[in-house]
C-alpha cells in the first residue's frame, strides 16, 4: 500500500540561498510520494529563475506581488494535489530524513487529527530548542505555522488562511477555526526542523509592529475567552510598555508610527470583522 501524496508548499521571497537550503533538505526525505511546490512571492533577486534552473523537479508558482506568508501559501494550497499539505517556511532546512513519515503515522492513528507539527530547532545548532509544543502566553499555538502537516480534508471544512492577516497570527487564527469544528492539532517531538527566524521580516522593524500588532488585536477579537484575555493582559502590558520604551530611546519615529498604526488598523478591523466564511480551498487539480 502507498503512502498519501504529500505536497509540500513553500512561500518565498527573495533570499535565494535559504531556499536552496530548504529544498536541499527536502530532496534527502526518505518519503518518495511528495510534490514540490514553490511559491515566489513578487521576488526581486530572480529566485524563480534560479530555482527552475537548480531544481526542476520543484514547481515554482509566481505572484507578481508580495502576498505575505498568508496569501502565499493559499497559492500554493489551492494547487495541492495531496492528501497532505507541509507548509513549511524557507529559512529552514529539515534535520530529520524520516519528518513526513513520522509525521504521516500521526495523521493514520487518528482521522480527527487536524494537524501536525514538528520540534522546531535553531538553525546554527540543532540541538538548541526554539519551540518544543508549548504554548506560550497568546495561546493558539500547540503548534507552529514555521512548519506544519495539515490534512487537507480538514482544510476543505474551515477553509485556508485569512489573506488579511499577511504576516504573523494567519497559522493561529486557523488552528482556533480548527478547533472550534472540532479538530485537534498535536506535537511531535520525534522530529526536528531548524528555522533562522526573521529573514523576510527583521523582528522590530516598521512592518513587524504593524503587522503583529494589527493581527494580535483581531486574533484576540475574534478568539479570546475571558480567560485568554486574563493571561494575555500581562504579557501583553509587559510587552507593550518594553516596545514603547525601546523606541522612544532610539527616536525610532517611524518604528513607532508603525506600531501605533498597527493597533490603530487592528482595533478598526476588529470592530467591523463578522466574517462568515474564509478563504476555501479549491477542488483537487488533475
Known amino acids: 500500500m502507498s503512502n498519501p501524496l504529500v505536497t509540500i508548499v513553500i512561500p518565498v521571497y527573495n533570499r535565494y540561498e535559504y531556499t536552496r537550503r530548504c529544498l536541499e533538505s527536502i530532496r534527502e526525505l526518505d518519503y518518495e510520494e511528495k510534490e514540490i511546490l514553490v511559491v515566489d512571492n513578487g521576488s526581486t533577486d530572480g529566485t524563480s529563475m534560479r530555482l527552475r534552473a537548480e531544481f526542476p523537479w520543484a514547481r515554482v508558482l509566481g505572484s ?3 502576498l505575505g506568508y498568508a496569501g502565499g501559501c493559499n497559492i500554493g494550497m489551492r494547487e495541492a494535489r495531496g492528501d497532505r499539505i507541509l507548509l513549511i517556511n524557507n529559512d529552514t532546512w529539515i534535520v530529520d530524513r524520516d519528518l513526513l513519515s513520522v509525521l504521516g503515522r500521526e495523521l493514520d492513528a487518528d482521522p480527527r487529527l487536524a494537524a501536525v507539527g514538528p520540534r522546531v530547532v535553531d538553525y546554527d545548532d540543532p540541538s538548541r530548542i526554539l519551540f518544543d509544543g508549548v504554548g506560550d502566553a497568546y495561546g493558539f499555538l500547540d503548534i507552529t505555522g514555521v512548519v506544519l502537516l495539515l490534512r487537507r480534508k480538514a482544510l476543505e471544512e474551515v477553509g485556508l488562511f485569512d489573506d488579511s492577516f499577511f504576516a504573523y497570527y494567519e497559522d493561529r487564527d486557523l488552528f482556533a477555526r480548527l478547533r472550534k469544528a472540532g479538530w485537534s492539532l498535536r506535537h ?11 529573514v523576510t ?10 503587522w503583529h500588532n494589527r493581527n494580535l488585536v483581531v486574533l484576540l477579537r475574534r478568539h479570546a475567552t475571558i480567560r485568554h484575555l486574563v493571561r494575555v493582559l500581562p504579557t501583553w502590558m509587559l510587552e507593550t510598555t518594553w516596545s514603547a520604551k525601546s523606541l522612544l530611546r532610539r527616536r525610532d519615529w517611524e518604528g513607532l508610527r508603525s506600531w501605533l498604526r498597527g493597533y490603530w488598523e487592528g482595533i478598526h478591523f476588529a470592530l467591523a470583522d463578522q466574517p462568515t466564511s474564509w478563504p476555501s480551498l479549491p477542488a483537487r487539480p488533475p
Open 64 to 66: 507578481e506581488t508580495n
Open 188 to 198: 511531535v517531538a520525534a522530529v526536528r526542523v531548524a528555522h533562522r527566524g526573521s
Open 201 to 210: 521580516a527583521v523582528a522590530g522593524s516598521g512592518f513587524y509592529y504593524r
